[in-house]
């Protein structure tokens, strides 16, 4: 069936490197990957998004990179700061309204 | 970007009566609902994917009989937990889809049942 996994489950790096998540689907149909940022007991924020036709998309300190063939795609984020400290969701989707399929999270400490 | 609002924000209820959770898009036409359930330390878990004027789609596992949804309007789509149980304790979070790839989430709605 249809499944995303994401890893690592926590990460904790020091104020001013670097964070990467990695996320891999299973359906090769799918061709939208959104990353959301969740804090504690609030909704998920959309952060960044690729689509399919697309291998990098970047947005100030975060990037996303998507490799279609082997079906991965990765969350960078630069320059941490402690306000990036939350749970990272990556989804795949099949695009339009179709449903998400939403990895596991990743657990971010930024230490100061 | 476009908000969603979610009512109430939190719930206590006892074990047995029923719930009904809102969720509204303010700012833009919802064609398309969606409705998670979230345990702490968890992912979110699709329950249901509800078009307007449609009957939900529900995941497999999940009751369609205990979670009933209804999504009247463009803007409107109602959780009701049915005969609420400890177990169906949890934090339950909608979305909304217009015609793009994005989904926009309500802030969330935790419900105890003691």
């Known amino acids: 069936g249809e499944n995303v996994e994401q890893h690592p489950s926590t990460l904790s790096v020091q104020e001013g490197d670097s964070a990467v998540i990695k996320c891999t689907y299973s359906d090769s149909a799918s061709n939208y990957f959104p990353w959301y940022k969740q804090e504690l007991g609030k909704r998920p924020q959309l952060i960044i998004d690729?689509?399919?036709?697309?291998g990098e998309k970047k947005d100030q300190r975060i990037a996303v990179t998507l490799n279609k063939t082997a079906k991965h795609f990765s969350l960078h984020i630069t320059e941490t700061q402690p306000e990036d400290s939350a749970v990272y969701f990556c989804?795949?989707?099949?695009?339009?309204?179709?449903?998400?399929?939403f990895g596991t999270g990743t657990r971010l400490k930024v230490l100061a | 970007g476009a908000v969603v609002s979610q009512h109430p924000s939190w719930v206590i209820c006892k074990s047995g009566t029923s719930v009904k959770i809102e969720c509204r898009s303010l700012d833009f036409q919802a064609t398309t609902m969606f409705w998670y359930r979230q345990f702490p330390k968890q992912s979110l878990m699709l329950m249901a994917t509800?078009?307007?004027?449609?009957?939900?789609?529900?995941e497999q596992g999940v009751e369609k009989d205990k979670f009933l949804i209804n999504h009247a309007s463009l803007t409107l789509s109602t959780l009701t937990v049915t005969s609420a149980h400890p177990e169906d304790s949890s934090f339950y979070i909608c979305s909304g889809a217009e015609s793009t790839d994005t989904q926009y989430f309500g802030p969330g709605t935790r419900l105890t049942v003691l």
């Open positions: 690729i689509r399919s036709n697309v």
């Open positions: 509800s078009n307007e004027g449609s009957k939900a789609t529900y």
């Open positions: 989804a795949a989707s099949k695009g339009g309204t179709y449903k998400y399929i």
